[in-house]
């Protein structure tokens, strides 16, 4: 592996420590259908935007799988790079979905 696509690597790596826990709270939050999603909105807001198209599907699903891999890579990729700026440009795309996600817009969870 080349030097500088360690940082990318262990992002990456960190990522899907991350994701296994977070779909299970997710999972949890979901209530077999009943619950209030709110770990599911906070945790996977883009995935869950999905909804509005009318279902989450094999897209939203995949995406929600690989979430925090891929924010793992990109902010390895940024910090190896020292361009702060795409990670936080991250973490407001995160944060403009969550409140996207909590503002009423998705059906069934105003």
Not at 5 to 27: C, D, M, R, Y
Not at 71 to 80: D, E, Q, S, T, V
Request: hydrophobic fraction near 60%; proline fraction near 6%.
């Amino acid at each position: 592996m080349k030097p500088e696509n360690k940082p990318i690597a262990i992002g990456t790596a960190v990522g899907f420590l991350v994701e296994l826990p977070s779909l299970w709270l997710a999972l949890v939050s979901a209530g077999a259908g009943h619950g209030d999603y709110v770990a599911a909105r906070a945790l996977f807001p883009l995935p869950m935007l999905t909804l509005i198209a009318g279902q989450i599907g094999a897209f939203g699903f995949g995406l929600a799988f690989f979430q925090f891999p891929l924010y793992g890579a990109i902010i390895g990729w940024a910090f190896a790079r020292s361009n702060l700026i795409i990670a936080l440009s991250l973490v407001v795309l995160h944060s403009l979905a969550v409140t996207l996600c909590f503002s009423g817009i998705l059906p069934d969870f105003s």
